[in-house]
């Protein structure tokens, strides 16, 4: 006598199936070089462990049948071996990566504006302060993991401006780009990326109206120069929820988005987390 199919089996082998790609997040591209991320593979053990990088708690997310620390490396880290201190079951071990070098490069500005360049002696302590406020925004670390760590751009556009960039403004050289910049038109909307809390809204002298999303575990993304502002603090947004339009607000040359990344409170290369890099390249 043949048995009859085991629909009871199968449902719940597709249902496990479900249940692990629900937890097992897709991981950034591993790019272990100053302002890239390291995906550092931790090991089965069952107890989830806890990583630290310089000192700071790093995300540790579930991948496959494992556990991975994925590390926000700074752009003024030193090429070579880099450590983290992992903690597990009671137990304590280092675990090394390897940060490779990377030249990024170099872009010649001019502006005519002097106000561009070099801000007027009355806006530092202003300045001074929102530096302070966004740094802040920036290493906040909730608890939790990322709903996801590959998105889809906040904005449609062209990238015109890439992360690590190494800025000469007038003959001068500034601090590099620590953003991506997408050169949408003025009033095109910006989405969540991902589901997070609005952790803070200013408008700022550099930066204008700005937004910052947590998404937890360390992962704050921040949304520059926009024109309109369409959510307020501490409120908590889905996956392609508005956040606002697309602006010059600020100190920007014309309308574009800077969006940056920031993780274990170092801001890294948004691209990494892209969901199809290859083709956000391609639209440059
Ligand atoms: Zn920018």
């Known amino acids: 006598m043949s048995r ?3 629909v009871r089996g199968l449902l719940a082998a597709c249902l496990l199936a479900a249940a692990t790609a ?3 997040v897709a991981l950034p591209r591993h790019h272990p070089v100053p302002g890239g991320v390291a995906v550092v593979p931790l090991g089965s053990a069952p107890e989830r462990p806890a990583a630290r990088y310089g000192g700071r708690p790093v995300l540790v997310v579930r991948a496959g049948d494992g556990w991975t620390a994925v590390v926000g490396i700074p752009l003024t880290a030193r090429p070579g071996e880099a450590r983290l201190a992992v903690a597990q079951g009671g137990r304590a071990r280092a675990v090394a990566f390897r940060i490779r070098p990377h030249r990024y490069p170099e872009q010649r500005l001019t502006l005519k504006d002097p106000k561009m360049v070099t801000p007027p002696a009355s806006a530092l302590a202003r300045i001074r302060a929102e530096t302070a406020r966004l740094r802040r925004g920036l290493a906040h670390r909730s608890p939790g993991v990322p709903e996801r760590l590959r998105f889809p751009p ?3 556009g062209p990238l015109s401006s890439r992360f690590g960039l190494r800025r000469i403004l007038n003959g001068k050289p500034r601090s590099p780009h620590r953003g991506l910049d997408i050169a949408a038109p003025r009033g095109a909307p910006v989405r ?3 589901a997070g809390t609005v952790l803070d809204v200013g408008d700022f002298y550099f930066t204008g109206r700005t937004v910052l999303l947590d998404h937890g575990g ?3 993304t921040l949304y520059c120069h926009l024109e309109r502002v369409q959510v307020r603090k501490g409120q908590r ?3 392609g929820a508005r956040i606002g339009t ?3 607000s600020g100190r920007a040359t014309g309308p574009h988005l800077h969006w940056a990344v920031a993780l274990n409170g170092n801001l890294v290369d948004p691209v990494l987390f892209l969901e199809t890099p290859s083709a956000a390249v391609a639209a440059r």
Do not use: K, M, S, T
């Open 154 to 156: 906040p904005a449609n």
């Open 4 to 6: 009859p199919i085991p």
């Open 237 to 239: 947004l889905a996956a």
């Open 192 to 194: 969540a990326p991902a």
């Open 218 to 220: 360390g992962l704050v």
């Open 22 to 24: 629900a937890e097992a």
């Open 246 to 248: 697309v602006g010059a």
